[in-house]
């Protein structure tokens, strides 16, 4: 990751675009290094706070747009076809996809909006959004207030912490297994409802 905080420092903003678009389109290069990196910078550099969120979210809109057009463009069995073969270089699963389209199809754009805000599913969400062919202005709209919304946290918490803005990408991690397990907490209960209780003897 020292390559990536290096392309931020060296060309401000306009690598900070170009590298938060490749996080979106690649899941493996990870937004909560490298956006509270450039929080951090604000501190000190040329870089501010609100620059750096206008970076981002431009970014992360172009990165969506890449994958919302291949979802688009590919349709589904031709996308699954690719994802078999070419998945594991990018670190994308067919249970990635498969995941992000079943909770696409459950809760619409709201799924875009939610998704912007949860690790992974963040980028792959706009794949759905594609295949289901979501009309563009709308996607944007819940791209990008979902998007704002998550930058301006890992930037502010960035320029807080200062020399110790890596702490940030912990912080992310238990984020992500918190919502692990609410999710599975919330799955548990469901089929504890959903399923018949056993009759007594």
């Not at 992974?120 to 759905?128: A, G, Q």
């Amino acid at each position: 990751m020292d390559g990536l905080t290096q392309v931020v420092e060296r060309w401000g903003y306009v690598g900070l675009v170009a590298v938060v678009a490749l996080e979106n389109v690649f899941p493996p290069i990870p937004s909560e290094v490298v956006i509270p990196f450039a929080g951090f910078l604000t501190t000190f550099g040329a870089m501010t706070l609100p620059g750096v969120i206008v970076a981002a979210t431009v970014g992360s809109v172009l990165g969506a747009l890449v994958l919302y057009g291949a979802g688009r463009a590919l349709g589904r069995r031709r996308l699954e076809a690719l994802t078999r073969r070419y998945g594991h270089y990018l670190g994308i699963q067919l249970d990635h996809v498969a995941r992000a389209e079943d909770w696409f199809a459950r809760y619409g754009p709201w799924a875009v909006l939610i998704g912007r805000l949860v690790p992974i599913v963040r980028s792959l969400i706009s794949i759905p959004a594609g295949l289901a062919e979501m009309p563009l202005p709308v996607f944007l709209l819940y791209t990008v207030v979902g998007t704002v919304a998550w930058n301006t946290a890992l930037a502010g918490a960035g320029a807080a912490l200062g020399a110790a803005w890596p702490l940030v990408e912990q912080w992310v991690r238990l984020y992500q297994h918190l919502l692990l397990v609410a999710a599975l907490t919330v799955a548990a209960v469901w089929l504890g409802l959903r399923l018949p209780a056993r009759p007594r003897r």
